[in-house]
T-cell receptor, first 114, second 116 residues
Framework: DSGVTQTPKHLITATGQRVTLRCSPR?????VYWYQQSLDQGLQFLIQ???????AKGNILERFSAQQFPDLHSELNLSSLELGDSALYFC?????????????FGPGTRLTVL | AQKITQTQPGMFVQEKEAVTLDCTYD???????LFWYKQPSSGEMIFLIY??????QNATEGRYSLNFQKARKSANLVISASQLGDSAMYFC?????????????FGQGTTLQVKP
């Protein structure tokens, strides 16, 4: 158990809908990262927050948004869902944001868009 | 440009034998970290081992060791005494400086199957 929690574990929804994925980092970790894992794209970085502030953006679609709350938990919002958004979404956390900081991953949320 | 390359899509190893999973990387930074993660069929990503670019000794964590060859830009994972539970997908990842961009860049992964 990495100490990072994600809910829900599975999510099945229809095209055009909006969903929210939730992540609680390990106790004491200030950095939260979101990644998407799909068969065709592999593991892709989406976005990073550090202590409530957005710090880096990767290949995140405009239909997707995220935030980190004062209690450090984070939410990833996916809207106008398309079939291609079906993927495993991971949240990870680390104590800091330096290159030596290990990122610990949550169990992931498996999103299926029908 | 591909920054992390794992050239072995799939590997087989006999139980109790050692196996090496290859990883090469590309960066112009002097400061970077290299990580290996394990993803079993259940889907979670499990951190295995870390090597910093300035570390002079190869990292070891139990049965896992990292064969770090900086000049060749390779960071191969060695698993000794393979167990059936080692069957999984293994990802090599890199994290570059500078600060404020903490993303991990992942390779495509290597599927390891341990045979009894």
């Amino acid at each position: 158990d990495s100490g990072v929690t994600q809910t829900p574990k599975h999510l099945i929804t229809a095209t055009g809908q909006r969903v929210t994925l939730r992540c609680s980092p390990r106790s004491g970790d200030l950095s939260v990262y979101w990644y998407q894992q799909s068969l065709d794209q592999g593991l892709q970085f989406l976005i990073q927050y550090y202590n409530g502030e957005e710090r880096a953006k990767g290949n995140i679609l405009e239909r997707f948004s995220a935030q980190q709350f004062p209690d450090l938990h984070s939410e990833l919002n996916l809207s106008s869902l398309e079939l291609g958004d079906s993927a495993l979404y991971f949240c990870a956390s680390s104590a800091g944001q330096g290159y030596t900081d290990t990122q610990y991953f949550g169990p992931g949320t498996r999103l299926t868009v029908l | 440009a591909q920054k992390i390359t794992q050239t072995q899509p799939g590997m087989f190893v006999q139980e109790k034998e050692a196996v090496t999973l290859d990883c090469t990387y590309d960066t112009s930074d002097q400061s970077y970290g290299l990580f290996w993660y394990k993803q079993p069929s259940s889907g979670e990503m499990i951190f295995l081992i870390y090597q910093g670019s300035y570390d002079e000794q190869n990292a070891t964590e139990g049965r896992y060791s990292l064969n770090f060859q900086k000049a060749r830009k390779s960071a191969n994972l060695v698993i000794s005494a393979s167990q059936l539970g080692d069957s999984a997908m293994y990802f090599c990842a890199m994290r570059e400086a500078p600060l404020n961009t903490g993303k991990l860049i992942f390779g495509q992964g290597t599927t390891l199957q341990v045979k009894p």
